[in-house]
């Protein structure tokens, strides 16, 4: 067979009689297959594999789906055999002419692994309905089987729910004969939804095989055979195989496309639940073909390098936490205090618009709540391991509802409405909660953009509204049912109290580089962040905490602190005033507060009307916190101002850990003077964040000239510029549904690459110089931009800096976009003093600036609504130098 086929080597192909035992022929019946197989080429190049992978396609794809991976099984690093068949009556093999059901096809692969000799380990590769196929056939095949990987597929129509459109089109009587088999239309729209588009050429060899109604009879059986209902022929074979699957004990890989409009998360969520050993990673922006929309070769290979043996006749087991001592849960401290002589005192307090108290819990409330509303969930099916997504703002209703979920063992989901509609809905769909608790406005959401999950008011509604929004029950109605029952009745299982290393919590990161990602947390990791908190801090029980901040105002009661949340939305953190902070701290008479940069900036402008009775109570603060963005040194000047009595503290952190180091606005002076006599080695050249927090440890990865950060060699050498690792008992478990990202994350053991760069000084201070994505690859070497930044935000003229590369990596030009003060009427070219200016500036820095833009407003991240997103502005920059109309970032 000639074989023109991009990315297809000649010698892959060939043929294969294989007998028969299936009911759909007659004995002695003999089929021909066609498959791609990289064994002969292994073999000639002296390369033992370590296993196989058995790689089954769907409909209407054939083998060359897998192309990538047969390449890649032939690296000598990580060499396997790689399989990829052509099911009968698809690709190149024979057409049979006869209706082969579910179960024929697991038969007929069993013929043919029978015919090939195939022995393990063998790790099988589905995609769409071959995954099923796969799956029955790992089933029958466990003496054998080593691993299952599983891309865009199902195994099950979650009960109550349609089978997707797309499937329901091809199936209708009018459309399927015409649509998928006596035109190619079937084959198009499938085609269609890769993203980015095919190749033309790639596309011409997925049609190739398929060319002529008579060569597509199996596209159209395949789409029949599909079992709609359990009248369906193959309805039996396809439960079997669903059921069975919860037996596997191998390793599972789960590759997917979130954007597919068949197989969509709930897919997803059902096969997790049948194989929840199973590590998962989800391709942003990926769809239905997700080995086309993405090379899944690194995930594939890493994950077998991980998983095996190097020998790879054995599975390697995963290793599990042992002999690590306990920890004091994160609502222990509830208990306790509602327990103690502060049983009656206030521990939640929400404040009205008009700076009135609106609500407000002892700890006795909140204690008795948090058991009620647990008991009621409980009640309600939800229990260990349930993912509940909270959207409520923070207060009374979220601090009860995070408690009762953490102790019952659930997992809580946390997606700031601060990302947007877009980013929230990708965040929700790709957590899978079981129960989504929220506002009138989220239940909405939820709604319209199709969130699978049961949904639960914060308060009672009317039953017009609670049909409309499809809701099930509220948290008053579940904590009335859980005061009533609060006991384990006879014949109840034991609550459980969940073990310090099972999952607590998925918190979503600010998206600010990149979509969203969930940040999974144990409880023994959310226990270790409250101890870092307090000893970093000092924070003790009883102290009044003002949280303008979201992730504080969940820590207050861990902390034991009485946690006010001030009238602001804290989606928007610029939404906080003078007037809003100052009535929050008199109200519990506050000595700590806990506020982001965005929010500090608009209550510095808004300081003007505070009474004096307010600033005095500003003047009893002791203790500020700012964290989620560098804070210029001008504005902790104002704030200063603002709170005479307060150190101001900024921490470094991130969502995976939330404090990486601390610094004070003293410390920073004392930072900036010796950056600038030049007696401190490393002191310099970016943010200075500050020392390690209790507990943490902090390392670099040195940076290359290229702008990566390759090894894995951990250095704390003063002025070595590279990628900033931290190591602490707080840092995440994973991240979520992200196994490919996590391996990147955490490739150096006991480490997490944070992805920021910066050096160490010779005191130990950490400077921070910007993110790894956006070092600037210029002739000259890797140009890190904050430093630079931090230059050209001295000119009078320049209120944000943004310093980006154009143009090709390793020849990138730097360029400076910059937000002016006043603001620039329109985006553009720079005016020639300015960019005089700017250059100047930047030499100062190290930095030759090649062009200077102004923009009438940054583009930030919509989170913090302070880091600038260099991306979009080298976008943009690239874009504007090379001809195109200005527009804004």
């Known amino acids: 067979m000639t074989v023109e086929w ?52 769907g409909n209407p794809t054939w083998s060359y789906l897998w192309r990538r991976l047969l390449a890649a099984g ?58 099923v196929i796969s799956l029955g056939w790992a089933l029958a095949h466990q003496d054998q089987l080593a691993g299952v990987v599983l891309t865009n597929t199902a195994v099950h129509q979650p009960a109550g729910s349609p089978i997707p459109a797309a499937l329901r089109l091809a199936l209708h009587p ?94 997803l969520k059902d096969l997790l639940g049948r194989l929840p050993h199973a590590d998962v990673h989800r391709y942003e922006g990926a769809g239905h073909l997700v080995a086309e929309d993405r090379d899944i070769t690194p995930a594939v290979f890493d994950w077998l390098a991980a998983r095996f043996e190097a020998d790879g006749d054995s599975v390697a087991k995963a290793a599990t936490p042992a002999g690590r001592p306990g920890s004091v849960p994160l609502w222990a401290p509830l208990a306790e205090l509602a327990a103690g002589p502060s049983a009656g005192g206030r521990a939640v307090v929400e404040m009205a618009a008009d700076g009135s108290v609106a609500r407000s819990l002892t700890w006795k409330q909140l204690e008795d709540s948090v058991g009620h509303l647990a008991a009621g969930l409980r009640q309600a099916g939800v229990g260990p ?27 809580v989901v946390v997606a700031d409405a601060g990302l947007g509609v877009k980013g929230l809905s990708r965040a929700v769909k790709g957590a899978t909660p079981d129960v989504l608790i929220g506002i009138d406005r989220a239940l909405a959401a939820a709604r319209a953009l199709g969130w699978a999950a049961r949904r639960v008011s914060v308060q009672d509604l009317p039953p017009g509204r609670r ?50 990602k969930g940040v999974l947390y144990s409880h023994r990791q959310l226990a270790a962040m409250r101890d870092t908190v307090a ?21 207050g009661p861990a902390l034991g602190a009485v946690s006010v949340t001030p009238a602001m939305d804290v989606t928007a953190p610029r939404t906080l005033t003078a007037r809003a902070l100052s009535d929050a701290v008199a109200a519990i008479d506050a000595t700590v507060v ?134 602490a008992p707080h840092v995440k478990e994973a991240y979520d549904r992200l196994w490919l990202t996590q391996q990147v994350s955490a490739d150096l053991p006991g480490w997490h690459r944070t992805g920021d760069v910066g050096h160490l000084d010779a005191q130990g201070r950490l400077w921070v110089e910007g993110r790894l994505a956006h070092v600037v690859t210029a002739p000259g070497g890797a140009v890190t931009p904050v430093g630079a930044e931090q230059a050209l935000e001295r000119l009078d003229a320049v209120r944000m800096a943004a310093v980006v590369g154009v143009g090709p990596a ?65 976008r943009w920059a690239a874009s504007v130098l090379a001809g195109g109309r200005p527009g804004t970032p």
């Open 594 to 727: 806990f506020a982001s940069p965005a929010a500090l900036r608009n209550v510095v402008a808004t300081r003007g009307g505070l009474t004096e009775e307010a600033r005095a109570a500003l003047g009893r603060v002791g203790l500020l916190l700012s964290a989620g963005a560098p804070v210029p040194e001008p504005l902790l000047a104002e704030v200063q101002a603002l709170l005479p009595a307060a150190s101001l503290h900024t921490p470094y952190g991130m969502t995976e850990a939330l404090a990486v180091t601390d610094i004070t606005f003293e410390q920073i002076q004392v930072a900036a003077a010796d950056a600038a006599d030049g007696t401190t080695p490393g002191a310099g050249n970016g943010v200075c964040v500050g020392r390690p927090v209790h507990g943490a440890r902090v390392a670099v990865i040195p940076l290359a000239p290229d702008g990566t950060a390759p090894g894995n060699t951990a250095v704390t050498t003063a002025g070595t510029t590279g990628e900033i690792l931290v190591s």
């Open 467 to 516: 049909k409309l929004l499809g809701v099930e029950t509220s948290l008053a109605a579940l904590a009335r049912a859980g005061a009533a029952r609060p006991t384990v009745a006879a014949g109840d299982p034991p609550a459980a109290i969940p073990a310090p290393d099972s999952p607590a919590a998925v918190l979503f990161t600010s998206g600010s580089t990149g979509p969203a």
């Open 810 to 874: 390793g020849t990138q030009a730097v360029a400076a976009v910059l937000e002016t003060v006043p603001p620039a009427r329109k985006a553009g070219l720079a005016g020639t003093a300015l960019a005089g200016q700017v250059r100047e500036a930047a030499r100062t820095a190290g930095v030759s600036v090649a062009a200077v833009l102004v923009v009438p407003a940054q583009p930030t991240d919509i989170r913090h609504n302070a880091k600038i997103d260099r991306t979009r502005v080298a």
């Open 74 to 131: 032939c690296d000598p690093a990580h060499p396997w055999r790689v399989v990829a068949v052509d099911q009968l009556d698809m690709g190149f093999s024979e057409r049979t002419g006869t209706f082969r059901r579910l179960a024929d096809r697991i038969n007929d692969l069993g013929d043919l692994t029978a015919a090939l000799a195939l022995k393990g380990p063998v790790v099988s590769v589905g995609h769409d309905w071959g995954g």
């Open 385 to 411: 391991g349930s993912r509940v997504s909270l959207m409520v703002p923070p207060g009374v209703d979220l601090t009860v509802a995070l408690y009762a979920c953490l102790r019952l063992g659930a997992v």
């Open 174 to 267: 009018a459309v399927h004969q015409w649509g998928t088999t006596t035109t190619d239309a079937f084959l198009r729209v499938t085609h269609s939804l890769a993203s980015p588009p095919l190749p033309t050429s790639v596309r011409n060899a997925f049609m190739a095989p398929y060319r002529g109604a008579s060569r597509r009879a199996g596209v159209g059986n395949f789409v029949a055979d599909i079992p709609v209902d359990a009248s369906h022929p193959s309805f039996a074979a396809l439960n079997n195989v669903a059921e069975g699957v919860r037996r596997l004990e191998v390793p599972a890989l789960m590759l997917w496309g979130p954007r597919d409009p068949i197989f969509s998360d709930r897919y």
């Open 6 to 57: 991009p990315g297809v080597d000649a010698q892959w192909s060939r043929e294969i009689d294989v007998p028969s035992t299936s009911s759909a022929d007659a004995p002695g019946t003999v089929r021909r297959w066609h498959l791609l197989d990289n064994g002969a080429e292994l073999s000639g190049r002296g390369l033992a594999p370590k296993g196989t992978l058995l790689c089954v396609h």
């Open 535 to 555: 000893g970093t801090f000092g924070i003790r029980p009883g102290q009044g905490l003002v949280a303008g901040f979201a992730p504080f105002a969940l820590l």
